[in-house]
């Protein structure tokens, strides 16, 4: 068997008598020995008793290309599950508690910066000393960091708005918008938890019974509640 120099650099998977296959660029081969480097940069030497066989790469560099096209495909879409819980004030029932469900479905990596956009669904239940209301909200959002630096915590600022349907037909549903300010941490590279302060407005109708010379009347009145709390989410 005769080997010769290879002048150029070629990838190839090299088949050793082992079973085991070794991918890289051929740098070096004679009849003794075959240097190899791999695509981070190590090399090997191998002797040239134990090869069996060079195949071409060609087929597995389409197939990781293949794989790396889907991978970035899936990676354009991204879940965040956030749930908030506070104190609320709605007039005509003074304050209360208030707690906030969200699942939302974007994007993660806008412009490369890690900038999450997209839509939410979520469920809102407002508890107070006479009554309780519930929504489901629609929102937009958007959850930005600012001043990263490539670090794993960083500052991170979120804005959220859409329209609260009310569940129960005695009240009714409406605008609703909110903030939250906080701190980002990179659990890897698809994954980041989120804790932060969360204020929030929500536009409603409630319904509420008047007595005027011993008749009740029922009267729906417009209003806003007001809500602040603490978020937890986690990116994945």
Request: proline share 2%; charged share 20%.
């Amino acid at each position: 068997m005769c080997f010769a120099l290879i002048a150029s650099v070629h990838a190839e998977v090299i088949v050793l008598r082992s079973g085991q296959k070794v991918k890289g660029d051929i740098l070096f081969q004679n009849e003794e020995v075959m240097i190899i480097r791999k695509k981070d940069g190590s090399r090997y030497q191998f002797p040239a008793s134990e090869i069996l066989r060079v195949e071409t790469n060609a087929q597995d560099e389409h197939d990781d290309m293949e794989k790396t096209a889907s991978a970035v495909r899936v990676r354009k879409v991204d879940c965040y599950a956030a749930v908030d819980g506070g104190a609320a004030y709605l007039p005509y029932h003074g304050w209360g508690g208030t707690t906030r469900l969200e699942l939302m479905l974007g994007s993660h990596n806008l412009l490369g910066k890690r900038i999450f956009l997209g839509g939410s669904v979520g469920y809102q239940a407002s508890v107070y000393a006479d009554k309780n209301y519930h929504w489901i909200p629609l929102q937009l959002v958007a959850q930005v960091p600012i001043l990263r630096e490539d670090k794993r915590w960083y500052p991170k600022v979120g804005v959220n708005v859409g329209y609260a349907f009310a569940t129960n037909k005695e009240w009714g549903g409406g605008m609703c918008a909110g903030v939250n300010v906080g701190c980002g941490y990179d659990i890897n590279q698809r994954s980041s938890l989120l804790l932060a302060v969360v204020a929030g407005w929500q536009q409603t109708r409630i319904n509420t019974i008047e007595t005027i010379n011993g008749t009740a009347y029922q009267n729906y009145i417009g209003c806003s509640q007001l809500h602040i709390g603490a978020r937890v989410g986690i990116q994945f």
